[in-house]
Structure formats: structure tokens, C-alpha cells
């Protein structure tokens, strides 16, 4: 494990050694867990009805044009 | 694509679910994120004339919402003169306590990284957009945008724990917590 060799102690932070690729991995799919959760929530309808209601004031704008 | 396109509202409708995602994990309120979901949706449809037909939607989309929800931040921090403080408290949501690798726990680390790592995170390891797309949609460099998220991976694992300041830096001790991690 080559990140064992850092000779620094409390510089963790603005170290720029990249994390070993095993650790990587795992946060890579804890966050994409969480964040598959999130999209996966049902959309509210006040999205469907906003662009509804752009597009109707779109198409009222334009006259005959659709 | 016009505006009086069916495919351009199915298009836009199809794009909701990721960024109500990106905008709830970025400022960690669900309200809000939603006015800023409704805010990026009509920028876009006001502004369709600045999206480049064939280029990627989501892309031009995601941009809009970082750069509303990040002007909408500076404004607050002129407001509030005690931005840090206000953040601060934005983000302490949960006391503190054991650290597992669960969800939740997951989810309070990832509320404690900056806002410029939450967001080069999301973009990258959540949302899968290459170096190249979170550059262009962060107006960075695509140097920064990887620096940006290497600091996040280790900021974020910092705070869950799995380096306590001790451990992390001393020889030897980082290789036999990672293999915990990741075997179980």
C-alpha cells in the first residue's frame, strides 16, 4: 500500500495523494446508492404543470403558429 | 427544438428527477432545491436559444442549476453577513455519533464537505459526467475539476471516519483500514 509512507502528520486535508482505488470504490458506491434514492423519489406535479403552462403561453404567444 | 416541441417538455420532464437529486444534495434542502429546479426550468425556457441543438441537455441543464443555486449563494453570504455561521448550521443537522458506514451516516459526511466537493462529486461519481463535462458545466479547468474531486474522496472519507488523524498518516495504518472496508 504505497499512501502508507506519508511523512506528514495533520496535512491530511490538503494532501493530494489520491485515495487507494479499493477505497475509492467503495465511497463511489455509497454515494451512488444515496443518490440513486433521491432520483427515484416521485416527481411533484408542479413540475409537469410549469412547463405545461410554458408551453400554453408559448403557443398562445405565437399565434396560429404551433 | 422549439419551444412549441412535445419532445422538448418530455425532454425537460425526463431531466427532473436528476436534478432535483443534484440540487437537494447540494444545498441539503428539499424545498429550496425544488425552487431551484423550477428556477433552472424556466432559465432553460426562456433561454432555449442558448442551447446548441445535439449538444447534451442535461449538461446545458446541470449548468444552469449550479450557477442559480452558487449567485444565489453569493447573495445570500452579501445579506448575511454571517454566512460561515448560517452554513454551519445548515449543515450540523444530526449530533454527532458512531460512525457507520450506513446511509445516513454517509449522507452527514457528505454534508460536511464543501460546497465546490459536494459539487464535483455529484457531477462525477454520482451523475457520471466525465472530467471534461463538470469542467464545462463548472466553468473550471479540468485540472481543477479532478484535484477538486480527489480532495472531496479524501475529505469525505475523512469524515467518515474511516481516518481519525492519527491512523491515516501513520505508516501503515491506512492499508489495514482500507482492506476492512473494503472486504467488509
Known amino acids: ?66 | 427544438m422549439t419551444k412549441s416541441d412535445d419532445d422538448l417538455q418530455a425532454l425537460l420532464i425526463k431531466a427532473v428527477p436528476n436534478l432535483r437529486a443534484f440540487a437537494n444534495s447540494l444545498c441539503g434542502d428539499p424545498t429550496r432545491a425544488d425552487d431551484l429546479v423550477q428556477d433552472t426550468l424556466v432559465k432553460a425556457w426562456s433561454n432555449l436559444e442558448g442551447f446548441e441543438r445535439g449538444s447534451n441537455l442535461k449538461a446545458w441543464l446541470f449548468t444552469i442549476l449550479r450557477n442559480t443555486y452558487f449567485s444565489e449563494l453569493r447573495k445570500r453570504r452579501r445579506e448575511v453577513e454571517d454566512a460561515d455561521g448560517a452554513l454551519a448550521e445548515r449543515m450540523s443537522v444530526m449530533p454527532e455519533q458512531q460512525v457507520h458506514m450506513d446511509i445516513v451516516d454517509f449522507k452527514k459526511a457528505f454534508g460536511s464537505l464543501s460546497d465546490d466537493q459536494k459539487e464535483v462529486l455529484l457531477l462525477v461519481g454520482a451523475e457520471g459526467f466525465s472530467y471534461e463535462e463538470a469542467a464545462e458545466i463548472t466553468n473550471a479547468a479540468v485540472g481543477t475539476v479532478k484535484s477538486r474531486v480527489n480532495r472531496a474522496r479524501v475529505a469525505l472519507n475523512k469524515a467518515l471516519g474511516f481516518e481519525d488523524g492519527e491512523n491515516f498518516n501513520s505508516n501503515g495504518e491506512f492499508g489495514s483500514i482500507t482492506r476492512a472496508v473494503s472486504r467488509g
Open chain 1, 1 to 66: 500500500m504505497g499512501t502508507g509512507s506519508d511523512p506528514k502528520r495533520g496535512d491530511s486535508v490538503t494532501m493530494q495523494a489520491p485515495l487507494p482505488v479499493e477505497l475509492q470504490g467503495q465511497i463511489g458506491q455509497r454515494l451512488r446508492e444515496a443518490y440513486v434514492e433521491l432520483i427515484n423519489e416521485p416527481v411533484p406535479d408542479r413540475f409537469v404543470a410549469l412547463l405545461q403552462k410554458l408551453k400554453q403561453r408559448e403557443d398562445q404567444g405565437q399565434g396560429g403558429q404551433s
